[in-house]
């Protein structure tokens, strides 16, 4: 079966930085497009960045665009977010999730993917 696992969350202060690592197992990663979205408490899942199958195109959220940087390692089977300049409005789960659909129609919609990891969390204080 697919697995997403997420990994390399925790406490940072405002300012620092975090590298998410998402490792995919049970899928042909190198066919899905794949999004980093997150979730604070009370909040509706918000899309944070999205990266093509091959890697060559990728889309941010206006909130994070300059600070943080999305990427993969198909060799791997890894998705990365590397998170810079981490501010407290960050603070949340992060979840991976992979899709099926057309990336460039749906990248952004976190209904329309098809395969979640477990997310980690990120908590940035002030």
């Known amino acids: 079966q697919v697995q997403l696992v997420e990994s390399g969350g925790g406490l940072v202060q405002a300012g620092g930085s975090l590298r998410l690592s998402c490792a995919a197992s049970g899928l042909t990663f190198n066919f899905y497009p794949m999004g980093w979205f997150r979730q604070a408490p009370g909040e509706e899942r918000q899309f944070v960045a999205a990266i093509s199958a091959s890697g060559g195109t990728t889309y941010y959220a206006d909130s994070v665009k300059g600070r943080f940087t999305i990427s993969r390692d198909n060799a791997k089977n890894t998705v990365y977010l590397q998170m810079n300049s981490l501010k407290p409005e960050d603070t949340a789960v992060y979840y991976c999730?992979?899709?099926?659909?057309?990336?460039?129609?749906?990248?952004?919609?976190?209904?329309?993917?098809?395969?979640w990891g477990q997310g980690t969390q990120v908590t940035v204080s002030s």
């Open positions: 999730a992979a899709l099926r659909r057309s990336f460039v129609q749906n990248y952004r919609d976190h209904g329309r993917y098809d395969y």
